[in-house]
Structures are given as structure tokens and as C-alpha cells.
Nanobody, 117 residues
Framework: QVQLVESGGGLVQPGGSLRLSCVASENIFNFYAMGWYRQAPGKQRELVATITSGDKTDYADSVKGRFTISRDNAKNTVYLQMNSLSPEDTAVYYC???????????WGQGTQVTVSS
């Protein structure tokens, strides 16, 4: 039911940085967790990072130490700061809202991230 709109994707050189934003249509503290997932061409969608309403974070091993997930409850926004990007990070990045109370997950349309020299 919640609408999620991602932005901030684009073309960046290897070693560069990018910050993604996800704006929700309702208070994000309504959700057990917010997260970022990505899907590269020919591959399955995979978890990148999650953050719970209690600010517990979790990261995929491939991005740990390079990516940081954060939230601004007043702006209903979740961010993904991506540093030291490599071509392997090229994918469509999707925002996710996990509502255990409602028993559902919702997804944004995705934003393209391309890392290339």
C-alpha cells in the first residue's frame, strides 16, 4: 500500500560515490524494517542493506565497509550512501518496506546505478 520513490542513481566512475534516496508516502516508523536490494543483468535480486525501526543495520558481505544505510523519520526517507564503487555494483537498486503488522512487503520502481570508466 505504501508508495516508495527512489532517486539518486546515475553513471559514476570506479572508486566514486553515490547517494540513493527512498521517499515513502507514510511514516517509515510504521515498518519493521526498510531496505535496499539490487538486481544486476542476468542475476537474482539480492539484499544490500536493511535498517529496522530500532536502528539495527545489516549489510551484505560484498558492500560491508563501503555502503551505509540511514533514515530520516521526519522526511519519511531512507538513504544508501555508496562509496568506493566498482563495476560489480552496477544494478537496478530497489527500496523495500517490510510491514510485519500488515503482513506485506512493498517495493519502489528502482533506480539504475552504473559504475564504468
Amino acid at each position: 500500500q505504501v508508495q516508495l520513490v527512489e532517486s539518486g542513481g546515475g553513471l559514476v566512475q570506479p572508486g566514486g560515490s553515490l547517494r540513493l534516496s527512498c521517499v515513502a508516502s507514510e511514516n517509515i516508523f510504521n515498518f519493521y524494517a526498510m531496505g535496499w536490494y539490487r538486481q544486476a543483468p542476468g542475476k537474482q535480486r539480492e539484499l544490500v542493506a536493511t535498517i529496522t525501526s530500532g536502528d539495527k543495520t545489516d549489510y551484505a558481505d560484498s558492500v560491508k565497509g563501503r555502503f551505509t544505510i540511514s533514515r530520516d523519520n521526519a522526511k519519511n526517507t531512507v538513504y544508501l550512501q555508496m562509496n568506493s564503487l566498482s563495476p560489480e555494483d552496477t544494478a537496478v537498486y530497489y527500496c523495500n518496506a517490510d510491514s510485519r503488522r500488515r503482513g506485506r512487503n512493498d517495493w519502489g520502481q528502482g533506480t539504475q546505478v552504473t559504475v564504468s570508466s
